[in-house]
């Protein structure tokens, strides 16, 4: 909840789907792949789009665009437009630019010589400005400012097209993957078949499932994700992770690692440690682990690097509750629940200004008083960015009868834009960067304020990968990266690519 | 969760407000009346209505009436139009009828010889179809089918109106309270007054709060709800309960305790124990306890009834966390979370059809596999009424990896229908009724099922009483009945009052 | 084009079908009533509303309300939730008030002690405020400032409500006409039958038409309307006028007339004559004659009171078109346009302030240069109420080259209020009744300025009425009054009735 | 109307506005594009779009783009996000392919390496295909499929981007000019500029207005319109009109030609003939003449080939009026009207199936029965494209008591198809193409049916322009051709250039 108030987004969720056996097939992939988008909503909730294809020579390409929630963008009536497709992608978008615009919507369509492509991604490319100018020095005009156009557009450019040969798509892909290192995972449709893409380092997450016919197991098509959280909802079953630089084309004829393009030598992968901490939802697994797990191990590990003198343990409901179950079991302090939310607020992130944000703190949750009146509390979140948001809430607790609110953090200060996917505030505006931080207890009126390290966060979660490591299943064709790797660099500076402005 | 399901509902919720001190005043009524709503839309999302009046003489009335949740139903354009009320009351719906149009929206307003009156109105008269026939054979037209009508209608009528007099509004509405026994907690506004009143069973609740300025503590305005959950979103205190039978007078000058109407002699309160069961919200306040205590009692009791030999004790979210908490610390076992929530899916109960509620659950909820693959499950649920929802959690569950799965329900059974002012399915449909119901834990899927009984629901809610006794603040005007008595009709059959149909 | 600028507008349109023969019936009721009020919606464009009943023992009513015009308000799918019906009315609603809500949209359906009744209202109750306090005084509470409203409550009160008795609606409806004189035109449907009343002096337009199979001319059904042009656009024929004073029945077995109820010893009707001069689409039938040829025996009239020396003879368009190709078939000058109009700026009236208006008309008109610069030019407009809209278009004209223009207005000046169902600028805001109207030409802008007579415009309209007398079908079991007269209150200020506020 | 039923129509309207003076002006631009598109409205109405600039360096702009009618597409507070532009274009749209998306909306606004171009486009390029191909040979992608895309990526491929050079945006525009004949309106806006752009055939209409200060008669500012029906309602007087190949540069400085591109030797110009006999507003001026006058000339001309011995002459309003007087004034026969239309239906061609479009006749037309009837009435209309909508008309005129229906069509058979912008139905749906149309009269049920001649439309157009020769007003700087020419492809099948399919 702190983060959502405080500004922090993730980009997007893509989703794709392809259905398996002979074409026409009853496989309903449209509502699949709105199923889908909506197990992703909660990566990006402006827009929403899907764009399937009947595969067919020429295919027959149909889209579907709209403003605000899945359920809001598409409608009813509008889903049967898309019943006839075979495959199909689609893609939910978080704004980060404040331009909210249905022409921003994604999937992007273009045409070229050698047909139709549909591009769905999730990422910022770091070198962004300086491609944008190759592609408009080449004499092409771009009609939005975002990042997806240009990837579409780059795609179409080179190698240059020859009228006459087949297209070779993995090609382009390739050449793409050389010009911008991260951060990408890419859905790219063409005619009859999805091209899965994640960049070389990792950046940001997909995963691979199964549909799986019910009674007798066969497989009915494939589905690729931003989250295998989606997976459940359509009755798909887990597959395994795009890999860091892998291409897979997924068709009906089940799926296909093609290459997996390199880092350059030495550098490790950098997986977005914020998807464990706050992005992703608790059931996604990523590298082998369940999310949740991680939070409660991130709990855990606070417990340990900072204990208190407590009477209960809480959580700001709900991305917090996790790690407040964690620390509660290694401190051995009971869980209590403090606040209860009101469902019909919505996320107030949403609002303009930061007296309405202030107030919908006061609308949002109400205080379950018996549960810590004339205790001391240890209230558990999992970020502090801004500051303002938790604030309100020790101050609600205080004046209910809480006689201490200790505040435990479960991942450490955030002091870092971000240029590779996550919408942050600037740096003026990250609390750890201000000099109130010197007294962040006062300034919170929390009793006391304790973050995770960067170490222990990162124990918990490379602690993880190992110890789950036999369970992963990775196709025998994919050389996977032994080494083990994640981008910290909003806590700690460290990018792991240098930065093109 | 489980009950949203079933299509149990509550009717509606109420909440007026009235600046203090000198008008016109600062207070901005509208936006306390617009958040008070936000912070009851559990009790009715269908539609929602505002009246405020400037208190003059004579008042001028405006309205402000949508269907949907409040933040759909109220631009704020609109709430600026009713920005110069001095007082002004709300109301947020839910249809039981299935009807759904604006001219069933409350509060009405209508004119009378004596002046425009506004009424809001929550519970369900159970001699409606009688008072409509007294009405209609005077002369009297109706235009809705809603009880509110035929109450504003009813107000008018008797006694008879003089033009000379001074309106005497609080005889007109002691005359309805001895037409009609039961239910309804009640709004009426008349120019610079609102009356607030409860039915003489108490059916229904009604909390009195007082507006705080922040750093002197005066008073600055006082408010009235179906719950006390509201108060605190729009910065008011708790101040006590309008006792059965209770009408109050609230003006700029205070509140007042006008008359407590008494039930028969040897009649019980009956306070709906489904209040504390499933509607209100937990941070609400009844009887001087808060009723996520009394929740997690239920589970308390529950596990003394219904212990089990089992590994982990969990909660269908998040309706049942108390009660599980609660059985979680009587059994010993320890409390995991097996599901998270896609917050974006929405109260499921709007969809149509059953096939659609059951992808409502896979859409719904992800299984947080980690934390339970393996283990025996007691699953606490807070009721069971059509056992369409639970069935598909427990597949869930089981698909992947509970090797058990054991349902407690933290209250009785329901068997009987209820004609005050709650929506619950036909007797038919309830699972209770059913043949199904002897092997309840076969035809749902479970391990094994178990219910709270119902001796033991009312000793987990009065039990509470009794030792918050001292907390109650109740003004010494108000003589308040110390017998102690709720509702049960839906779980025993037994009616507070002989219905008339 | 004048009018709609000025403010002027009817109240409503009342429209109403019953299927013939078996019931149920294959007729569409819905989609004619439909229809109908589109053929009507020159009469209000506010709201509309549908009242379908199945007709059954006890039947089964069906409402259908929506904000707009009939396009906008009716949405197809709602259209068929109505399509059982076997009849119905409905109303379509122009704002008097200003106060635009759903709950003012007609038809009102109120449930009474005999039933559902349902009622269509064009007109103003001359004494309604006297009424309101009377039906108060009973003890009803009135939930709208709306006439029809009233009505309804009226038909339920008096006579009282026996519960045994068949209901006599007749009886009501008659005791209603010696409470109020006028002005209505009513729909009253009750179960299977709709009556048909219009008031003693006949201020308000009431026709009968035919539904006819094509093949055989079989009799399908009848409808009943404001104003004949509807008939033509459902494949009805016209009938006839409910007369003055007259109650019709409308059922399967055909049309019925019940009784006349007399006006005053003395007093003549009072058909309002401004639905001649302006309101009424030029294609209905009034008193046996069309009112287009009305209009252009007003040209002509015009023509020969106040001849012009000038070349060419134009209208505003489009409604005084009929009285401009009049005043140039009468004055021997050649009929030439001299504007055209863009059809997608909207009847301005809409907009809410002068500058707006003035604006409306450039935005509205184009200059048809070549047909009138270097000329002299007649321009014939059917009324001028504030003056603030023909002022532009004579310097549009001007400015475009007209060497002069002559204003002749088809009508007498408006002095007087109207409180019989037209709204119509308050006395000051007429230009009439301003200094300015001394010299009216100087003021607006034009070389000269006259108007028809009021002695001219009854000659023009009664003059046909005497001559078209053969072609009027009246039922011989209807005593129609044989006396001729027009109500022309806001030309000279004497009412049919004496007003009572 | 005739042919709005038909499903011929217009492609598109552009508009734009240039403030004169020192920026920033008060001028408002955006309101003033908004006004000129509303006069455009009758050129499209499935979308519009606005793009105002700064001016300054480098420019904001700001686009406004919705569904439907200009009214529909932009709210009053979406407006006021443009208020601070100095320049603008604007863009309505007529859909020739069916798919109506926000996407295809124009002005287009792509970045570059020479900034941001935005282009606004009437027309049709001949050879698109061949053009799309080539730029997609280029490696660029097309995100539509619409030509206006398309001509925004050739303005930006050549000649080759230099990163270092003033941007040559007239070389570009000349080269595109070079690379497609026909057809195109175009306005390229580019920071302080917009070209006015008219392509070397002049098939689609341009002229320029000047903004006027209504006292002193100082410019204020310059605006640029298909039609200058749209200046009289912004304050604007007609300049002149952008020549056949001409681009004109408009700046705060005033109005430049830049350079007149010639046709290939001995091509005369192909101005569109439907311009004057159907699309364009009768008050445009085109080729020094008024529409208006020129439809009156076809109907004279009508009158000589095709006389009637008749009663009455009258017109299908409105479209056919000019032409109708211009029947009467040459055959000597009395106008009279026949038909009346109802304002609220619409226009009909947006319905789906031909027998709600029947239906939309009855609908839209009452008959003036009392000017008509024992008559034998001429029925002059503009064109007859299907022959499936003047069907219904003669039958009401018959029956309503014609004695005879003559139709006289003021425009030749349309018999092929339009490649420059036209909707047009498909040759076979052309019922001058159709075995019916030999015995057309008895098809349509008419008693008789004759069609100008293509000379006698030739004629009567060509004649205009050399009589009305002086009143031309064109810039000293551009050459004009002297040689009249027409495209009457549709008519004649003689198409101005050859098709590249």
């Keep these: 909840m702190e983060f959502e108030e405080s500004g922090i987004g993730e980009e997007c969720g893509v989703f794709g789907c392809v259905a398996a056996g002979e074409w026409p097939t009853q496989l309903e992939v449209a509502q699949i792949l709105t199923l889908g988008l909506v197990a992703l ?25 709209g403003m605000g929630l899945v359920s809001t963008a598409f409608k009813p009536e509008d889903l049967l437009k ?23 919507c994604q999937p992007f369509v273009v045409d070229t010589l050698h047909g139709k492509i549909a591009v769905a991604h999730n990422g910022e490319l770091v070198n962004a400005a300086a491609l944008r100018k190759k592609v408009m020095r080449h004499g092409v005009g771009l009609s939005t400012s975002s990042d997806s156009e240009l990837i579409t557009q780059l795609l179409a450019l080179t190698p240059p097209m020859e009228e006459v040969d087949t297209p070779d798509w993995v090609a382009r ?55 295998s959280c989606s997976f459940q909802s359509i009755g798909a079953r887990y597959h395994r992770e795009v890999q860091p630089g892998e291409i897979v084309q997924i068709s009906k004829h089940g799926i296909k690692s093609l290459s997996v393009v390199p880092r350059p030598e030495g550098d490790p992968p950098a997986f977005c440690i914020f998807e464990y901490v706050y992005f992703a939802r608790p059931d996604s697994i990523f590298e082998g682990q369940m999310v949740y797990t991680v939070r409660q191990r991130c709990g855990r590990q606070l417990a340990i690097e900072a204990p208190t003198d407590a009477d209960v343990v809480s959580t700001v409901p709900e991305s917090a509750t996790p790690a407040a179950l964690g620390y509660a079991q290694e401190s051995g302090l009971p869980y209590v629940e403090v606040l209860c939310k009101n469902r019909y607020v919505g996320r107030t992130f949403i609002q303009p200004n930061t007296r309405l944000r202030q107030l919908g703190v006061a609308k949002k949750f109400g205080a379950l008083t018996d549960n810590f009146a004339g205790k001391r509390v240890v209230l558990i979140d999992d970020s502090i960015v801004r500051g303002n948001t938790i604030s309100p809430i020790i101050k609600l ?30 740096k003026e505006e990250l609390i750890a960067n201000k000099p109130e931080f010197e007294d962040i207890a006062g300034y919170i009126g929390a009793t006391s304020v304790r973050y995770l390290s960067v170490e222990g966060l990162v124990a918990a979660v490379q602690g993880g990968i190992e110890s789950c490591g036999e369970k992963e299943q990775i196709s025998s064709r994919t050389k996977m990266s032994k080494r083990i790797g994640h981008c910290t660099a909003c806590l700690t500076g460290k990018y792991p690519v240098e930065l093109e402005w």
């Design 41 to 65: 909503q909660h990566r990006g909730q402006e827009s929403a789009g899907i764009v399937t294809s009947n595969g067919s020579t020429p295919p027959t390409y149909t889209t579907l665009k």
């Design 82 to 104: 898309l019943k006839y497709g075979n495959l199909g992608i689609g893609h939910t978008r978080y704004s980060t630019t404040g331009i909210s615009e249905l022409q921003n």
């Design 173 to 227: 892909i390739k050449n793409l993957m050389t010009e911008t290192p991260t951060s990408y995972s890419l859905l790219v449709m063409h005619k009859d078949v999805i091209y899965a893409v994640r960049d070389p380092y990792g950046n940001r997450p997909l995963s691979i499932g199964r549909l799986v016919e019910k009674k007798k197991g066969d497989t009915e098509g494939w589905v690729v994700s931003s989250e």
């Design 397 to 426: 607790l205080k004046e209910a009868g809480a006689t201490e609110v200790h505040i435990r953090v479960a991942s450490p200060p955030i002091r870092f834009p971000c240029y590779m996917g996550i919408n942050i505030p600037t």
